[in-house]
């Protein structure tokens, strides 16, 4: 089985964008598990929509036209909002240590969940990043 790219790769600065679009181009290829189905526009993908101010579905219209990542940031920018090297340095910080001590908002709880559902119960899996790295085979 072939995962989708890490969510530390980066474009434009910007952790987890390279990994959205290949998650997109892998479904439309047929080449995705049906495991990822039901996040897909979620989680981390509906939050870096969010900060880019564009819509996942129209992000996925332009991974089908065939266009590179650096021109689909572009396009985002465009459309969207364009952000600064310190807006990606705060959005990246935020995405790395999502699920780590977020009692309140019932991430560290869907975090457990998921190790729980994976097998994965280990204390060292920390981050929702983590969960993936580890989840993926990219990380022991």
């Not at 995962?3 to 964008?17: D, I, R, V």
């Not at 910080?93 to 991430?107: F, V």
């Not at 969940?113 to 983590?130: A, C, H, P, S, V």
Request: proline residues 3%.
């Amino acid at each position: 089985m072939r995962y989708p790219k890490s969510p530390y790769e980066t474009e434009g600065g910007l952790y987890h964008f390279p990994r959205m679009l290949d998650k997109i181009r892998m479904q439309e290829k047929g080449e995705l598990d049906v495991s990822y189905d039901p996040r897909l526009g979620k989680g981390f993908d509906y939050f870096l929509c969010k900060f880019l101010g564009v819509e996942y579905q129209e992000v996925a219209e332009q991974v089908k036209l065939n266009r590179t990542d650096a021109d689909i940031l572009e396009w985002c920018y465009e459309t969207g909002r364009r952000r600064d090297e310190y807006d990606c340095m705060l959005f990246n910080k935020y995405i790395q240590k999502l699920g780590w001590r977020d009692e309140d908002s019932g991430i560290t709880g869907r975090l457990k969940n998921y190790k729980k559902d994976l097998g994965l119960e280990r204390d060292d899996i920390e981050t929702i990043m983590d969960l993936i790295e580890v989840d993926e085979k990219r990380k022991d």
